[in-house]
């Protein structure tokens, strides 16, 4: 919903209590599709500060925990990380002692990441808080719309390039 401030259309929902103009991002799904993912992963990274934890290493430990022995390279593919991100994070989950990285026998090159019994442990404990979180996201999105909702993130994020 937007209302008419001087005759400019000013978001809806004030930014810190004052209405800003948007101009012509008011409109734009590229504007607001960064700006849902800034509130919704600053919002993760609240629930899991005491695990000094964030989206991206959870999204890690959940695709190594899916495919065990997954190269850094398919992992970046699969969460959609450059590897200059996903080096630091995987460093992170080694030093906390959350995964180990092995060597591929066929391509030196490569390593294929698993987690540890303690990343185990941690990505269930994680996982408990992502729950809330992805409920929080279902009461904001609604239930009827999610199914959508998710199929269009999926096709933004399948044609871009």
Not at 4 to 20: D, I, K, M, T, Y
Not at 46 to 73: F, K
Not at 83 to 110: C, F, H, K, Y
Not at 120 to 145: F, N, P, T, Y
């Amino acid at each position: 919903m937007k209302s008419r401030e001087n005759g400019a259309v000013v978001a809806a929902e004030p930014l810190r209590g004052h209405a800003v103009r948007l101009g012509s991002l008011e409109g734009g799904a590229a504007f607001f599709l960064r700006a849902a993912h800034d509130a919704s992963a600053q919002a993760f990274a609240a629930r899991t500060a005491h695990l000094e934890v964030g989206a991206g290493e959870y999204a890690s430990l959940t695709v190594i925990d899916a495919n065990p022995g997954i190269t850094q390279g398919r992992l970046g593919l699969a969460t959609g990380r450059h590897m200059s991100t996903l080096t630091p994070i995987l460093r992170r989950l080694e030093q906390q002692g959350l995964i180990v990285r092995n060597t591929v026998p066929a391509d030196r090159r490569s390593f294929a990441l698993s987690l540890t019994p303690l990343g185990v442990e941690r990505l269930h404990e994680i996982a408990l808080i992502a729950g809330e979180h992805e409920r929080e996201l279902d009461r904001i999105i609604g239930s009827q719309r999610k199914a959508e909702f998710v199929r269009i993130l999926r096709r933004i994020r399948a044609l871009l390039p």
